[in-house]
């Protein structure tokens, strides 16, 4: 049967102005990668939307439970994560490949080049994925990320945050951006979450403590959705 040309992919509605943050962010560990000139639309093509697909099968029974990666239990105080991830419509998005990946309770990252003298867990690696199921769900069970200084001005610090990516059935559609906590007094002068100029579009970015996930005796529960696009989309890195 030969492919019918004629049909066109329809176009994504763009993101508001003041949503996602500038080309050039003010905080200074993106000085040298920022673009230097317009960034220009690319027109919506039928590869943003059918492929190459992502491939899922790797996916481990433990990749969502960061808590469970080790033969021991990490320091810290255990969160249990959960959120709908959906359209500009409402709809819900499945299939959908979520990773996670984010500092332990002392504020440090396990990786090479993360310099902040504050102490390893050796039963926290920080990085979990799992995919949304037929309502576009996911979950994660992690532990609450610290605090740490990030050397880009005089006595910096990081709120607690935890940084997410979003493969849809095209890996050429992924996103990046971060989840805040709320109630944190680090978020009024954190450069990288102020770069956000739409206020409200900032707190689409904190996640809601949530009693009913919360497990007794356990883990605190919180709630955080994320809308891929449309007014109401949630911020994202450029």
Do not use: C
Request: hydrophobic share 35%; net charge negative; glycine share 8%.
């Amino acid at each position: 049967m030969a492919e019918d040309i004629s049909i066109k992919p329809g176009p994504y509605r763009r993101v508001p102005p003041g949503v996602h943050p500038p080309a050039d962010p003010a905080y200074r560990s993106t000085v040298l990668r920022h673009p230097k000139e317009p960034l220009i639309v690319i027109p919506q093509t039928l590869s943003e939307l059918t492929g190459p697909v992502f491939p899922y099968d790797r996916i481990g029974p433990l990749d969502h439970d960061l808590t469970r990666q080790h033969a021991g239990q990490p320091i810290g105080e255990r969160m249990i994560l959960e959120g709908h991830v959906r359209d500009e419509d409402g709809r819900p998005v499945p299939d959908t490949l979520v990773e996670i990946w984010q500092a332990n309770a002392s504020g440090r990252y396990a990786h090479k080049i993360d310099a902040h003298d504050a102490p390893l867990d050796p039963n926290f690696s920080g990085a979990g994925r799992t995919v949304t199921d037929s309502e576009g769900w996911y979950r994660f069970v992690t532990i609450v990320p610290g605090h740490y200084p990030w050397g880009n001005h005089y006595n910096a610090w990081r709120p607690n945050h935890i940084h997410f990516s979003l493969f849809g059935p095209s890996f050429l559609t992924r996103l990046v951006t971060q989840m805040y906590f709320p109630g944190d007094p680090l978020q009024p002068i954190d450069p990288i979450f102020n770069s956000i100029p739409d206020p409200e579009a900032r707190q689409r970015l904190i996640a809601a403590f949530d009693i009913g996930l919360t497990s007794p005796d356990w883990a605190l529960g919180f709630r955080w959705d994320i809308i891929l696009r449309g007014r109401n989309a949630t911020p994202m890195e450029k």
